[in-house]
């Protein structure tokens, strides 16, 4: 059997990562580390907290730590006969250009969400008591921002988009279109199981979903807003055009088909 290859789940934080994730999780041929986090953790984390230790083996201990996060998610993968073994955590968008040369046959799944989403998902997770979601309007964007910026180090050759809000907007055919694109890469869907998209990720209240169970089990796709326009006063736009318009136009021009903003405009 050939060595499981990775998948690495991308995009901002707030953007449909976690339910993304979860639907590829269910894939027979996929296990599922959900947020394992260990890639970002070893080279970012831990080389930050590691760096003042007074000890001539740093470096050889931060390499043998890099290794053994390859090695832990390789053999589970095998340990459960799988291909591919898949990792969720949305942070690893800022180490995309590591991962992509350290795993030169992982596949890149890019969640993308407009701005204006993202942010408003945010502020409802600060309130929730996390911190690192900004605690003003232009923190928010600047995250955002920091993080969609990095999509440029994706290689093109390994990577299928998923616009998130696309994906609320038109279920099925995004989906259909979805895992389709996923299959060229080596990817099978056959057999996944639609139940994970009617499960809220959300950090508040159970928030709608775009999946229901029906009166007699079946899974049911719906539309759902990604946006609520009534919390987005006036001013907003101007407040974090400058912060987002560079990272918001290098998105709409690489993937415009899968890249949308919401209407401002509840009308």
């Keep these: 059997m050939a060595p499981p290859?990775?998948?690495f789940v991308v995009g901002c934080p707030r953007s449909g990562t976690t339910v993304t994730g979860a639907l590829i999780g269910t894939f027979p041929q996929v296990a599922n580390l959900g947020e394992y986090a260990a890639f970002y953790f070893t080279r970012v984390?831990?080389?930050k907290e590691y760096r003042g230790v007074p000890t001539p083996c740093k470096a050889d201990w931060l390499e043998a730590l890099s290794k053994l996060a390859f090695e832990f998610a390789?053999?589970?993968a095998r340990q459960a006969q799988k291909r591919f073994f898949l990792d969720s955590t949305p942070w690893n968008t800022?180490?995309?250009a590591n991962l992509a040369e350290e795993f030169s046959d992982a596949v890149f799944v890019l969640v993308l969400r407009h701005?204006?989403?993202v942010v408003q998902s945010l502020a409802r997770s600060y309130c929730q008591g996390w911190r690192w979601c900004g605690r003003t309007l232009e923190e928010r964007a600047a995250l955002w921002a920091e993080m969609y910026g990095h999509c440029e180090e994706l290689p093109t050759d390994r990577t299928v988009a998923l616009g998130f809000d696309q994906l609320c907007e038109a279920p099925q055919q995004t989906l259909r279109t979805f895992l389709a694109a996923l299959e060229t890469k080596g990817v099978s869907?056959?057999?996944?199981?639609?139940?994970?998209?009617a499960q809220s990720h959300a950090t508040v209240a159970a928030r709608e979903t775009i999946a229901h169970l029906n009166g007699d089990g079946r899974i049911v796709l719906q539309r759902r807003s990604s946006f609520d326009p009534k919390d987005w006063p006036e001013d907003y736009e101007a407040r974090i055009d400058r912060i987002v318009r560079e990272v918001d136009e290098m998105l709409a021009r690489r993937f415009p088909q899968h890249y949308i903003a919401p209407r401002v405009s509840s009308g």
């Design 5 to 7: 290859r990775p998948i």
């Design 45 to 47: 984390i831990a080389e």
């Design 74 to 76: 390789e053999s589970t």
């Design 94 to 96: 800022r180490i995309i």
């Design 115 to 117: 701005y204006r989403g």
């Design 189 to 197: 869907s056959q057999g996944h199981e639609l139940a994970v998209l």
